[in-house]
Nanobody
Framework: QGRLVESGGGWVQAGGSLRCPCA??????????MGWFRQGPGKEREFVAA????????YYADSVKGRFTISRDYATNTVYLQMNTLKPGDTAIYHC?????????????????WGQGTQVTVSS
């Protein structure tokens, strides 16, 4: 039974950076698209970024384009979210996801695996 484990969240001042790894364990995720979603206080869960296993394509929400980078290490079965120039509006719980259908932005019922989430807090 595969699972996803996020880490690397924390507190940072506006303009700072964080890097969140998501380790995929117990299953070969190399034929899954891997993505990041977030849920801010009082908000619905929203798509952030995705990485496809086909030609390593990437896709970003407009709100993070140019600031966030998703990358993938197939050797360690880990996907990373590098977050730069963070804003208070980026404060959220960030969840890793694995899916095979619905590229680039899957509906929630297309997500096969969810991580438990890691908290990112950006202060002004």
């Amino acid at each position: 039974q595969g699972r996803l484990v996020e880490s690397g969240g924390g507190w940072v001042q506006a303009g700072g950076s964080l890097r969140c790894p998501c380790a995929a364990v117990g299953c070969a995720f190399d034929t899954y698209a891997m993505g990041w979603f977030r849920q801010g206080p009082g908000k619905e869960r929203e798509f952030v970024a995705a990485n496809s296993w086909i030609r390593d394509n990437t896709y970003y929400a407009d709100s993070v384009k140019g600031r966030f980078t998703i990358s993938r290490d197939y050797a360690t079965n880990t996907v990373y979210l590098q977050m730069n120039t963070l804003k208070p509006g980026d404060t959220a719980i960030y969840h890793c996801a694995a899916y095979r259908y619905g590229w680039p932005v899957p509906s929630f019922n297309h997500v096969a695996y969810w991580g438990q989430g890691t908290q990112v807090t950006v202060s002004s």
